[in-house]
């Protein structure tokens, strides 16, 4: 397939990898160019423009950082809709509120193409390796157009209803988890008077009913971030989920909701974020309030 992908952070770059090693014609846009060389340097085509972009490929992939960022990609001046993109299949899997789904959902629609979105869980290796979760939210005709390519990218797929209800369900399910390293900073600062060995102290918190899946499979980075060592490449760092959090929280104030222990928690992150470890890895958060 001709497939173009808007957005070339740690995921998006992670996809369009997956899909030039599957074959497929890959061109890629990002509003920093320099972040689009490595994957010109691995056989996809750059596109100057998002319209260049459109005008390339038959789908679409966009994961952008939030809102602002879908607008300008979309609706700017030679943005992926300013040319004639009839026909064509967008798939939306930036991680930002239902109602900007719907809104651009709507656009789509009036210039005779197609969207579903599909933000998914998991990080840079389940992408690199096809093994992402997808929450996806669309027609059900559309979301059948996009299947095969989506079982490409993800273990697993749920259609969890129309456009919209993939926001809903992404953020719903990293609210857990970034609450969690939050609750684990403070776990920890309860125990550090103990001095034990950081390894010692990550295997017994892995080996409880409370860690979850991250816990175990980032327990090397763990460790060496409390020992004050380098934690290896970026994964996830923490001003993205912190983003996240907002999102989350203004999400649920639209719905009449409250969300108190998410709330602090995002107050957590953005005194981490403002004390300069915003580009951090995000076992940044459990160690800085374990020190504090």
Known sequence: MRIGI???GRMGAAIAQRLLGLGHEVTVWNRTAEKTRPL???GAKVAATPAQLAAASETVITIL???????AAYLGKDGLLSGEVAAKLFIEMSTVRPETERALAGKILAKGATMIECPVGGTIGPAKDGKLFGFVGGETADVARAKPLLEQMCRRIEHVGPVGAG???KLAINLPLLVFWQAFGEALALVRPLGLDAA??????????????ALRNRAAALTAAIQGKDVGPITVDIDAM???LRTMVEEAS????QLPVTSRAFECYDQASKAGGGKGDITG???RWMKL
């Open 254 to 257: 639209a719905l009449g909701k």
């Open 65 to 71: 950082t939030d809102a602002a960022a879908i607008d």
């Open 200 to 213: 010692r102290l990550v295997d017994i918190f892995g080996d409880t009913s409370g860690a979850p899946t």
């Open 6 to 8: 808007a957005g070339t």
């Open 242 to 244: 912190r983003k996240d």
């Open 40 to 42: 010109s340097a691995a």
């Open 285 to 287: 958060i459990p160690v």
């Open 167 to 169: 926001a809903s369900m």
